[in-house]
């Protein structure tokens, strides 16, 4: 099952012209991802593109590879990054704890099902998935949680507290290092999973990747990499000094012309406003610096520069030497990111979601300032899982998924109405109307024997109605008691379908199916996803 994009709530119309109405857009996207013309015109292109770093990337990656097993299809793709006829299809997401929300892992799939699908039909070339770490990002808060559902189908936030001032800059969130509180975190995981046969292992490999001295980075890598290794996936982390070595030309560059970068930068998103939106607030320069307290954005003062929320001040000169001896103290906002993704790979495609895709409206006109060739955007799949009970209990009820887009209360109204014997709504808006004529003939009648019997007219009108609402009250109390299960089950398939009165893939962590399926269930998902459709696609499983 499928439901266009513009049929669920929440998605801006940036996104939705460029997936059904690309002619509405094409003057912010200069490739339309769904014309196969323009693969064929980039791909010839890219393998033209001369990256003399590239011979050096496969040694980097690999080194990166030191503390790991890859299999035969990712060294095949580590080794192939040298070849001119070799593309990338990256994708990355931030570094959220135990692999963050579902859409990552979609990302992910897109990525190699995408590649996959390109080495069987384009055979002049060899395409590689790579999943871009980004660590860089310094937002605690958005890494640090995820949702489950516990036993009675309530949504359950399970967070990791470093027990350090919320305030505090911490620098790259993929450098935290966890400490003794991860413990609480797998802690309260064992207690909410409920007991079979899959959860011991599964609780043996997170707590395995998810420890006290581990990182962020280094926890996230070891857990997608025991998930997809087997298809060749290539996890690259750009944080590697060696990496932002290769990036020196793109930072100075971007500090050097930080003027036109950033009018060009206001000038297209004063454009994206105008229609739609601007995904991304503009900054004066795209480019952050760490110190030993954090990572912080550079801004211009003067004839100077400075780090946002510091006293210090540097010249331009400073700050060229230390992109020259120190790059890795460098990283780019998410404006300049692509940007830098591309600069290092020949990359073919990239795999974004909604507010991806938004934002390289306003990327892309910073292309040509780097001469750097702009990717084909390619929208990620979109999942819902809906289990086997689940399914029972929408047939049970005649439901479908699209009904849990609406209002929760009115599914359940709806359901308990054509369950019971009596429709409550209609019979106490049958009883008020009648009320309301009762006492409005009466009022004709009183009015004849004097004035003042009005306002007791209207006093006794109010207290039947109020005698009436709180009967209502009752009787609807009464008759939830009567179908507290079946309230239950409609609550259940509403955490489970649509949690937070969000995408499932936006709320829930991929243990929630893990624990009950095994890690096989990863498989039946890219067996069955459509990464051609570009709909939101239902799987049951």
Same mark, same amino acid.
């Given at each position: 099952?499928?439901?266009?994009?513009?049929?669920?709530?929440?998605?801006?119309?940036?996104?939705?012209?460029?997936?059904?109405?690309?002619?509405?857009?094409?003057?912010?996207?200069?490739?339309?991802?769904?014309?196969?013309?323009?693969?064929?015109?980039?791909?010839? !292109?890219?393998?033209?593109?001369?990256?003399?770093?590239?011979?050096?990337?496969?040694?980097?990656?690999?080194?990166?590879?030191?503390?790991?097993?890859?299999?035969?299809?990712?060294?095949?793709?580590?080794?192939?990054?040298?070849?001119?006829?070799?593309?990338?299809?990256?994708?990355?997401?931030?570094?959220?704890?135990?692999?963050?929300?579902?859409?990552?892992?979609?990302?992910?799939?897109?990525?190699?099902?995408?590649?996959?699908?390109?080495?069987?039909?384009?055979?002049?070339?060899?395409?590689?998935?790579?999943?871009?770490?980004?660590?860089?990002?310094?937002?605690?808060?958005?890494?640090?949680?995820?949702?489950?559902?516990?036993?009675?189908?309530?949504?359950?936030?399970?967070?990791?507290?470093?027990?350090?001032?919320?305030?505090?800059?911490?620098?790259?969130?993929?450098?935290?290092?966890?400490?003794?509180?991860?413990?609480?975190?797998?802690?309260?995981?064992?207690?909410?999973?409920?007991?079979?046969?899959?959860?011991?292992?599964?609780?043996?490999?997170?707590?395995?990747?998810?420890?006290?001295?581990?990182?962020?980075?280094?926890?996230?890598?070891?857990?997608?990499?025991?998930?997809?290794?087997?298809?060749?996936?290539?996890?690259?982390?750009?944080?590697?000094?060696?990496?932002?070595?290769?990036?020196?030309?793109?930072?100075?560059?971007?500090?050097?012309?930080?003027?036109?970068?950033?009018?060009?930068?206001?000038?297209?998103?004063?454009?994206?406003?105008?229609?739609?939106?601007?995904?991304?607030?503009?900054?004066?320069?795209?480019?952050?610096?760490?110190?030993?307290?954090?990572?912080?954005?550079?801004?211009?003062?003067?004839?100077?520069?400075?780090?946002?929320?510091?006293?210090?001040?540097?010249? !331009?000169?400073?700050?060229?030497?230390?992109?020259?001896?120190?790059?890795?103290?460098?990283?780019?906002?998410?404006?300049?990111?692509?940007?830098?993704?591309?600069?290092?790979?020949?990359?073919?495609?990239?795999?974004?979601?909604?507010?991806?895709?938004?934002?390289?409206?306003?990327?892309?006109?910073?292309?040509?300032?780097?001469?750097?060739?702009?990717?084909?955007?390619?929208?990620?799949?979109?999942?819902?899982?809906?289990?086997?009970?689940?399914?029972?209990?929408?047939?049970?009820?005649?439901?479908?998924?699209?009904?849990?887009?609406?209002?929760?209360?009115?599914?359940?109204?709806?359901?308990?109405?054509?369950?019971?014997?009596?429709?409550?709504?209609?019979?106490?808006?049958?009883?008020?109307?009648?009320?309301?004529?009762?006492?409005?003939?009466?009022?004709?009648?009183?009015?004849?024997?004097?004035?003042?019997?009005?306002?007791?007219?209207?006093?006794?009108?109010?207290?039947?109605?109020?005698?009436?609402?709180?009967?209502?009250?009752?009787?609807?109390?009464?008759?939830?008691?009567?179908?507290?299960?079946?309230?239950?089950?409609?609550?259940?398939?509403?955490?489970?379908?649509?949690?937070?009165?969000?995408?499932?893939?936006?709320?829930?962590?991929?243990?929630?199916?893990?624990?009950?399926?095994?890690?096989?269930?990863?498989?039946?998902?890219?067996?069955?996803?459509?990464?051609?459709?570009?709909?939101?696609?239902?799987?049951?499983?």
């Amino acid at each position: 099952m499928f439901i266009n994009f513009s049929d669920i709530p929440g998605h801006q119309n940036l996104f939705l012209d460029y997936l059904y109405e690309f002619e509405n857009v094409r003057r912010f996207y200069p490739k339309d991802f769904r014309d196969s013309k323009n693969y064929f015109e980039h791909f010839a !292109k890219l393998e033209k593109r001369e990256k003399p770093h590239l011979a050096s990337l496969k040694q980097i990656i690999s080194k990166q590879y030191n503390d790991f097993n890859p299999g035969p299809k990712t060294i095949d793709n580590i080794n192939s990054l040298v070849l001119n006829n070799t593309f990338a299809i990256v994708t990355g997401q931030q570094l959220g704890i135990f692999g963050g929300p579902l859409y990552t892992f979609y990302k992910i799939i897109t990525a190699i099902e995408l590649a996959h699908l390109f080495n069987e039909k384009y055979d002049s070339y060899h395409f590689v998935p790579v999943f871009w770490l980004e660590g860089d990002d310094h937002d605690f808060d958005e890494v640090r949680s995820f949702n489950l559902l516990d036993e009675n189908n309530e949504i359950v936030k399970i967070s990791y507290d470093d027990g350090i001032t919320e305030e505090i800059n911490r620098g790259s969130v993929g450098n935290i290092s966890f400490n003794g509180n991860i413990n609480n975190v797998t802690e309260q995981l064992t207690k909410i999973l409920r007991d079979n046969e899959f959860k011991p292992k599964i609780m043996e490999m997170l707590s395995g990747y998810y420890k006290e001295g581990i990182t962020f980075k280094e926890s996230f890598k070891k857990l997608i990499f025991d998930l997809f290794d087997e298809y060749g996936l290539i996890i690259f982390d750009p944080s590697d000094a060696n990496i932002k070595s290769i990036l020196k030309p793109i930072f100075i560059k971007e500090i050097e012309e930080q003027k036109d970068h950033s009018t060009e930068l206001v000038k297209i998103s004063a454009e994206l406003e105008e229609v739609y939106h601007a995904q991304v607030k503009v900054r004066p320069i795209n480019l952050f610096m760490s110190e030993d307290d954090g990572r912080y954005l550079i801004e211009p003062v003067e004839n100077e520069f400075r780090l946002r929320g510091k006293r210090k001040r540097l010249s !331009k000169e400073t700050i060229f030497e230390q992109i020259e001896n120190t790059p890795e103290k460098f990283s780019p906002n998410v404006l300049l990111r692509p940007v830098c993704q591309d600069y290092i790979f020949k990359t073919a495609c990239y795999i974004g979601g909604p507010s991806e895709i938004s934002y390289f409206a306003q990327v892309i006109p910073l292309y040509k300032y780097f001469n750097v060739d702009v990717p084909i955007i390619y929208p990620r799949s979109s999942v819902t899982i809906v289990e086997k009970n689940i399914q029972k209990i929408l047939e049970k009820f005649n439901l479908n998924y699209t009904d849990f887009i609406s209002e929760n209360e009115t599914i359940a109204e709806t359901v308990i109405n054509n369950l019971a014997e009596i429709d409550l709504a209609e019979s106490f808006r049958k009883a008020t109307y009648d009320v309301n004529l009762i006492i409005d003939e009466l009022r004709e009648k009183l009015y004849s024997i004097e004035n003042n019997l009005l306002d007791v007219t209207n006093k006794t009108r109010d207290k039947i109605l109020q005698g009436l609402e709180f009967l209502r009250e009752k009787a609807d109390e009464a008759q939830k008691r009567k179908y507290d299960t079946t309230l239950r089950q409609i609550r259940k398939v509403s955490n489970v379908l649509f949690p937070h009165r969000n995408l499932q893939e936006r709320e829930l962590n991929f243990i929630h199916f893990t624990s009950k399926y095994g890690k096989d269930f990863l498989k039946q998902i890219i067996n069955e996803i459509a990464i051609d459709r570009f709909e939101h696609q239902i799987i049951e499983l």
